[in-house]
């Protein structure tokens, strides 16, 4: 079984809390836990016209406003999905986020380490097989 998690971090400076403390500080939310990619994509979005509200969208030297990124689908490289948005070169905020959807895998323990000591067997053997063909 399968779930899509969206979440947001946050970093930006804070006055330090210590000597010798930069005052970087992390702040993550979780805006919702999904059945389906789709509905993950839906909620995921609507967070960030939340932020779209707030910041203006990035402009170009030449005066042309950037894209307004966004989750989707097919709109990543090569058709895949976009999973994280940052304001690299989208938003003028004065922080750094990373808007993310994670995919969440529940699983039995005992089968997963089985599969994980057998993927390991491989990779030795192929390994091995490739010093020899050396």
């Given at each position: 079984m399968?779930?899509?998690l969206?979440?947001?971090?946050f ?5 330090p809390k210590?000597?010798?403390d930069?005052?970087s ?6 805006i ?10 839906i909620?995921?979005n609507?967070?960030l016209e939340?932020f779209?509200?707030h910041f203006?969208i990035h402009?170009?030297?030449?005066g042309?406003?950037?894209k307004?990124?966004?989750?989707g689908k ?7 999905p976009t999973?994280?948005?940052t ?10 986020f ?8 529940y ?17 030795r053997?192929?390994?091995n097989s490739e010093?020899?063909?050396?």
């Open positions: 399968t779930k899509e969206v979440t947001i971090e970093r930006y400076h804070d006055k210590y000597d010798r930069s005052g500080t992390t702040k993550r939310i979780t919702g836990m999904f059945d389906t990619l789709d509905e993950a994509i909620e995921g609507k967070a939340i779209e509200k203006k402009k170009f030297p030449n042309s406003e950037a307004k990124d966004r989750f097919n709109n990543g490289c090569f058709g895949s999973r994280l948005i304001p690299l070169a989208y938003l003028q905020c004065p922080f750094d990373y808007a993310k959807i994670e995919k969440l895998t699983g039995d323990v005992e089968e997963s380490i089985t599969e994980v000591l057998e993927a390991t067997k491989r990779y053997e192929y390994k010093q020899d063909n050396d």
